[in-house]
């Protein structure tokens, strides 16, 4: 790897907004804010900018409209642009992407980002002076912050735990005392440095299911249109139901996509996330790639790809390696649905309490879990209560996504790009409007009604085949599914 090639890839993607000028460790641009402030962005990051008066927006990252799929970036700040920071908020829902939008209005400046957090804002008030950036290693590179001396900090960031977390964070936090993460649902005004939870903020009313399906059919089929509009993609499809609403979404542009699935460590030929795609893609006369990503990954990339950041998963190299090599010209589409608390914590009848969290989690060894999660309850429980929102649905959208969901897109910026189609919250918000019987384990009512008004043939092939889904399917039709899952997580006290 050539030097100009290793330089590139430092901190690629990155961003810091200084509160003066500094030696930038990145290959750059460079824009004035309020003030002595200056935002410093790395060459390849996608920055736009609108502005009409006094109000400016800059745009780190893309916007898609699912109503409008030819409009671009710039047409998206235009139509979302408004001097009232509630309307703009608002204006904000519809849309998806992976993004952090720096709202300046006269001497107002505040900080928001996408739906569950992707692109990521942390901060630290260092020395009395504000500083922001993409991520926490770059940041405390910059400030000479060293990591937590804090021994339950470390006794986590030390464990199999923080591993088996893909290396991520619990809440807030980061293995830097001094610096933290805005999480989803909230702002953060720069002016007074406070953060300020702006979602939700109306109550959701429970709607009819094949109202709710026409509508995330119409806004998932315009996402995934309005992506690859703009970008070459490649989707991952694997046995289960998102990747599969996903791929019947481009039933009208299956020519634009280019089909795969990566070949894990514990994956053979036989495997249900090879042989069910496989099968379905046949079906469906489309191509279907299975990709090694167990490669040998050159030394420079390494080195780089851990100074980038130093609590990197060593797991993610291989494939973000292979994702560099191959397919960095290409946008990669996850699914993950920021609704899915039922689907991962499915005991929802369980006392909501810190150390009830932290188990779920599998994190009850750990104080500043629980902790945390009792300062999370206190600060959400009313929210949810006035507005309808399951805290269990809440804290998988703002604990486990926002740390454990989108972790390797930080890593993987030095290869690639990742967007969500999912990620809006409009879109979410549907998902959090049907009962919640019809977003459940093991039918998924609402996924499936989705999948038939897109492409009603993806659905000839079953989702997740086997014994499990069997009879899990069984259970729930004879009405015993709940009393097995109440005996399952017994230990969560409390019916």
């Not at 996408?114 to 770059?138: C, E, G, I, M």
């Not at 991952?236 to 634009?256: E, M, N, Q, Y």
């Not at 085949?465 to 230990?491: A, C, E, H, Q, V």
Request: glycine content about 4%; hydrophobic content about 40%; charged content about 25%.
């Amino acid at each position: 790897m050539n030097e100009k090639v290793s330089t590139k890839l430092k901190f690629r993607n990155q961003y810091i907004l200084a509160p003066h000028s500094i030696d930038c460790p990145f290959l750059f641009n460079s824009l004035s804010l309020l003030g002595s402030s200056v935002l410093y962005t790395h060459v390849d990051l996608k920055v736009t900018q609108y502005a009409k008066g006094e109000l400016r927006l800059i745009l780190l990252g893309d916007m898609f409209d699912y109503k409008k799929t030819g409009n671009d970036n710039k047409d998206i700040l235009k139509a979302i642009s408004d001097e009232n920071f509630s309307r703009f908020l608002k204006n904000i829902n519809r849309y998806a992407g992976r993004f952090v939008i720096i709202y300046q209005n006269g001497d107002m400046l505040r900080l928001i980002h996408d739906t569950t957090a992707a692109r990521k804002v942390y901060y630290s008030n260092w020395q009395d002076k504000l500083w922001f950036a993409s991520q926490p290693h770059l940041l405390a590179g910059i400030l000479g912050i060293n990591r937590s001396k804090n021994r339950e900090s470390l006794k986590f960031y030390e464990s199999k735990d923080f591993v088996r977390l893909f290396n991520s964070n619990i809440g807030n936090f980061t293995i830097y005392d001094e610096i933290r993460q805005l999480l989803p649902n909230h702002f953060l005004d720069v002016n007074s440095f406070t953060v300020t939870r702006y979602w939700p903020n109306k109550k959701i009313e429970y709607q009819p299911i094949n109202e709710v399906a026409k509508k995330c059919a119409q806004m998932i089929e315009g996402f995934m249109e309005s992506i690859t509009n703009r970008y070459n993609v490649m989707l991952p499809v694997t046995a289960g139901k998102d990747s599969r609403i996903l791929l019947a979404a481009t039933k009208r542009f299956t020519d634009k996509v280019f089909y795969y699935v990566n070949k894990g460590d514990s994956m053979n030929k036989e495997s249900p996330d090879i042989t069910v795609p496989r099968e379905l893609l046949s079906k469906l006369d489309l191509e279907f790639n299975i990709l090694n990503p167990n490669i040998e990954v050159d030394e420079d990339f390494k080195k780089i790809y851990y100074q980038n950041n130093t609590l990197a998963s060593s797991s993610f190299l291989p494939l973000i390696y292979n994702y560099y090599l191959n397919f960095e010209n290409r946008v990669n589409l996850p699914g993950n649905i920021a609704s899915a608390g039922f689907e991962v914590y499915k005991n929802r009848r369980m006392k909501i309490t810190g150390k009830n969290l932290a188990k779920l989690n599998q994190l009850s060894q750990f104080g500043i879990a629980e902790n945390y999660y009792n300062k999370w309850i206190l600060e959400s429980q009313e929210v949810c209560r006035k507005h309808n929102v399951n805290m269990l649905n809440l804290f998988y959208w703002e604990e486990r996504l926002a740390n454990w969901g989108t972790q390797i897109q930080i890593e993987k910026d030095i290869a690639q790009e990742d967007i969500n189609p999912f990620n809006s919250r409009d879109l979410v918000g549907l998902f959090l409007s049907v009962h919640p019987k019809y977003i459940s384990i093991p039918f998924f009512k609402l996924h499936r009604r989705i999948i038939k008004i897109l492409w009603p043939e993806v659905l000839q092939i079953p989702i997740n085949p086997g014994r499990r889904t069997t009879l899990l399917k069984l259970f729930k039709s004879i009405g015993i599914l709940d009393i097995y899952y109440r005996l399952k997580y017994s230990r969560l006290n409390n019916y």
